[in-house]
């Protein structure tokens, strides 16, 4: 079996993702912002506050998820 395209794994409240093609780009909410630094939210289509980044297949990884966050998008991109 082939590995999957994406592949999300969350522990501790902790979301892990993996990208396996280039030719996508997978969109991330993480709704858990309690003690997030403001400047890191964003707000959702339904007025919800979140921290929302990108993930593409790079071949590396980021040791902070939210270093990549895209503030303040609000379409993914190619829209």
Request: overall charge negative; charged content about 25%; glycine content about 8%.
């Given at each position: 079996?082939?590995?999957?395209d994406?592949?999300?794994?969350?522990?501790?409240g902790?979301?892990?993702?993996?990208?396996?093609?280039?030719?996508?780009?997978?969109?991330?909410?993480d709704?858990?912002?309690?003690?997030?630094?403001?400047?890191?939210?964003w707000?959702?289509?339904?007025?919800?506050?979140?921290v929302?980044?990108?993930?593409?297949?790079?071949?590396?990884?980021?040791?902070?998820?939210?270093?990549?966050?895209?503030?303040?998008i609000?379409?993914p991109?190619?829209?």
């Amino acid at each position: 079996m082939s590995p999957p395209d994406v592949q999300v794994i969350v522990e501790g409240g902790v979301a892990t993702i993996t990208v396996n093609r280039s030719d996508i780009t997978v969109e991330v909410r993480d709704y858990d912002v309690e003690g997030s630094d403001d400047d890191l939210l964003w707000t959702n289509e339904f007025g919800d506050r979140c921290v929302r980044y990108f993930v593409t297949h790079t071949g590396e990884q980021s040791a902070d998820p939210h270093e990549n966050a895209e503030q303040p998008i609000t379409s993914p991109p190619g829209d």
